[in-house]
């Protein structure tokens, strides 16, 4: 908020109809000539979503806080060829963006875009910020090119650390690759002229660290870093960071839920969602809950799903509760998760189809193989031991 006004620009907010109708915030963005955006992508992918009206004035659109793909880039670039695209990476624990990777404007390099990978990369270190690719057996020594390893972000700027000093320490950690300690003169602490100020207080001497962000990278030929998934369960949607091991604790501990696992899906549309498969349990627990067995099949687990949906949203954040919560047999919950491309509906999110404003989600049809008949489970990937019993 501070930059543009500090530069002596304008500063425009959009409202919150010309953000959620769509085609608007593109028509709201040319009428107001804005010249520079700092988005999100999922902000990035509404701006574009059904809009017709070109953004001439649009010079440079700043992203930052989620994977940046080609296919945004060639979204907004329809839409304002004169704008240069800045792909940004950096984390809560970093307080900035601490990286960048432009992309020219369409109007200048029309073919800059094509040479590209279908995802962004974080790009290089702004001024004095290192991106470093760690190897993630032998920390002391970093990757080659092309081999994928942890970021570590190297940066006086860092957050002191959190209230959890272990967390700090496993997070927050010393650099490694240079030499000893007193190869930097402190200047603080003895001013070149006269004594040191009042700032010595909160001074706590000359640091060289880094943040273990997490995420896992590689550097390509040029020594750029891209950005390849996360080292943990944890992913980001949306700007969110979200634990799916988290969902998936809170999912098998409702007492229908037998076996279940937590994946990131896309919808038609290629936007990342949340997607929740389970094994529900047999017998008289399921048939009180839900209905009994002379109650439709279809309908039984309709209400069992809105079930476990109200029961996740109070265990979790309303942007952790997965879009989508399917059941399956034991049979193709195996192949899920033995095999994702095996079982029908791993590669994207089943749709839900509306009906009188409410969804109803389009069950998958009940696998009726022996192995399933016999009742032989499959892999326990999350076990809800009381009722498995």
Request: hydrophobic letters at 35%; proline letters at 6%; one cysteine or more.
């Amino acid at each position: 908020m501070f930059t543009p006004l500090f530069f002596g620009a304008q500063l425009h907010v959009p409202t919150a109809e010309d953000i959620g109708t769509p085609g608007r915030l593109a028509e709201w963005m040319a009428a107001s000539g804005v010249t520079v955006t700092h988005l999100t992508p999922a902000m990035g992918q509404l701006l574009s979503a059904q809009a017709t009206r070109q953004i001439p004035s649009l010079q440079n659109a700043f992203f930052v806080g989620d994977i940046l793909t080609k296919r945004d880039c060639h979204r907004l670039q329809s839409l304002a060829a004169n704008v240069r695209i800045i792909n940004m990476y950096g984390t809560t624990e970093t307080q900035r963006a601490v990286s960048y990777f432009p992309i020219p404007p369409l109007s200048e390099d029309p073919t800059f875009l094509a040479a590209q990978k279908d995802i962004m990369p974080a790009g290089e270190g702004m001024i004095d910020v290192q991106l470093l690719v760690v190897n993630r057996v032998d920390r002391s020594i970093s990757c080659a090119v092309g081999e994928v390893g942890e970021i570590y972000v190297r940066s006086g700027g860092l957050a002191e650390g959190y209230l959890d000093a272990s967390s700090s320490a496993e997070k927050f950690v010393n650099n490694w690759f240079t030499e000893k300690e007193g190869q930097w003169e402190d200047t603080i602490v003895s001013p070149p002229n006269g004594q040191p100020g009042p700032e010595i207080q909160f001074w706590k001497g000359i640091r060289d660290r880094m943040y273990r962000t997490g995420d896992l990278g590689r550097y390509d030929a040029n020594g750029l870093v891209e950005c390849t998934g996360r080292a943990d369960d944890q992913v980001k949607i949306r700007g969110f960071r979200i634990e799916l091991g988290e969902i998936d604790t809170h999912l098998s501990q409702h007492p229908l839920v037998r076996e279940n696992v937590t994946l990131v899906r896309r919808d038609k549309d290629e936007e990342k969602v949340l997607v929740s498969y389970f094994v529900p349990v047999s017998g008289d627990a399921l048939d009180e809950q839900v209905g009994g067995s002379d109650d439709k099949h279809t309908h039984r687990y309709l209400r069992l799903i809105k079930d476990i949906r109200e029961y996740l949203k109070t265990k979790l954040p309303i942007y952790s509760v997965p879009t989508c919560q399917y059941w399956l047999s034991a049979c193709l919950f195996e192949r899920l998760t033995v095999s994702d491309s095996v079982c029908p509906f791993a590669t994207h999110a089943p749709q839900p189809k509306w009906e009188d404003r409410q969804a109803r989600l389009t069950i998958p049809r009940y696998c009726t193989t022996p192995r399933c008949r016999e009742g032989k489970p499959g892999r326990q990937t999350h076990t809800n031991r009381t009722s498995a019993l």
